[in-house]
């Protein structure tokens, strides 16, 4: 087993619980181990909830972890998987002064370049939206920063696996029993 650090995409497929959120970031937290990213959401299955976190850490670091968020009673299961291994996006919001849209050519330039799609438009201020991998949005962070961002806000990963993991009846499975 790797003691190399990785990037991780760790889905928990949970029943919808007060308190598992903190439960399940005190179990990176006894370990000192940051996280990058977590985001909940519905999942395929009704009445499921999916989690995504992302980690960088050693694949042994990784195996307990998923052992221990898989005692919580209510997790009904875990998986880790590298980036090689799934398809992944963020999303991200900036809002500029409105100004810039029409008096700064370059800005409707850049907005094109990175496949962002404006949101929003007032007298004001507008919003920009993009999603993409990590670094793509980073970028677009790099090149509006000079314009004056008013605010930035930006989602945790959201991802699949490339391969099929027949999820939905695992879980099927999990609820008859």
Sequence with gaps: MSTEINT???SIYTENNIGLLNRISAIFQRRHINIESINTSVSEIENVSKWTIVVNIS????????????KQVEVIKAFYH???ETIYQESCLFKLKSNLLFDERQIQNIIK???????????EFFVI??????????????????????????????????????ITQMLQQAFQH
């Design 8 to 10: 991780y995409t760790v």
């Design 59 to 70: 694949e042994e670091q990784i195996k307990k972890i998923i052992g221990q968020i898989e």
């Design 82 to 84: 590298r980036d090689d």
């Design 113 to 123: 370049e990175s496949n962002a799609r404006i949101v929003t438009v007032n007298k």
């Design 129 to 166: 939206e993009k999603s993409g991998r990590k670094e793509e949005v980073e970028l677009l962070y790099r090149e509006l920063s000079p314009f004056g961002i008013m605010q930035f806000t930006r989602s945790g990963r959201i991802a699949v696996t490339k391969e099929e993991m027949k």
